[in-house]
Structures are given as structure tokens and as C-alpha cells.
């Protein structure tokens, strides 16, 4: 909690400079929902199968989660989470592969 409110101070005032951000770099938001994988998965950069893996996720382990979007079609369910992996790297998992129903429990569709 304390590294994440040093953070966000450092980016509002690197932002009141002028200077630019990268996402990168910049503080991540609270993740409103935990989602729990039936299966282990790949985290992706995009919500696709033919996207870049950029972590994995394990199953019957916890993991925050952001939103969901309508992405590639798996097993009938084209419904992708964005959520942190098991090394915190930001990604989409299909939501094929969470408990939870159709959207893995996740409510809010990402913007």
C-alpha cells in the first residue's frame, strides 16, 4: 500500500511538470474482483489466442481482476478477463478458464 501511494504521488508530479508517463511505470488501479482458474492459462496481451503470452495463470490459485471484453471465441465463450498473472504482469485470460460463470465472476465490462 505504501510503495503504491509513492507512486502515484511520484506520477502526479512528474504529471504537473509536464512530463510524460509510461503505463509502465505508472501506479495500477485497485482491481475490484479475484477470479480463480478451473484450469491453468495463458495471460495474453490481447484478448486472442494468436496474442503474445506475457505470464500464466494456475489453477485454483487467486488473482485480481479488472474488467472483461468480447474477444476471440473459446469453447463457446468469447468473454476475456484482464487480470494480473502469477508474475503481476497486466494481461486478458479467457474466461472460459475461471470459475464464475460466463465472465468469471467479473461484473464490469472494460471500457
Avoid: F
Avoid at 489466442?49 to 476471440?72: F, K, L, M, P, R
Amino acid at each position: 500500500m505504501r510503495i503504491s501511494k509513492t507512486l502515484t504521488v511520484a506520477a502526479l508530479t512528474l504529471a504537473a511538470a509536464g512530463a510524460t508517463i509510461s503505463p509502465a511505470l505508472a501506479a495500477p488501479a485497485l482491481a475490484p474482483y479475484r477470479v480463480t482458474p478451473w484450469h491453468d492459462a495463458r495471460v495474453r496481451q490481447l484478448p486472442t489466442t494468436h496474442s503474445q503470452q506475457v505470464d500464466y495463470v494456475t489453477a485454483n490459485n487467486g488473482y485480481d481482476a479488472y474488467c472483461w471484453i468480447h474477444g476471440e471465441n473459446i469453447e463457446g465463450n468469447d468473454i476475456w478477463v484482464r487480470q494480473l498473472g502469477n508474475t503481476y504482469k497486466q494481461g486478458y485470460v479467457a474466461a472460459y478458464y475461471l470459475k464464475g460463470g460466463v465472465t468469471g465472476g467479473v461484473g464490469t465490462q472494460c471500457r
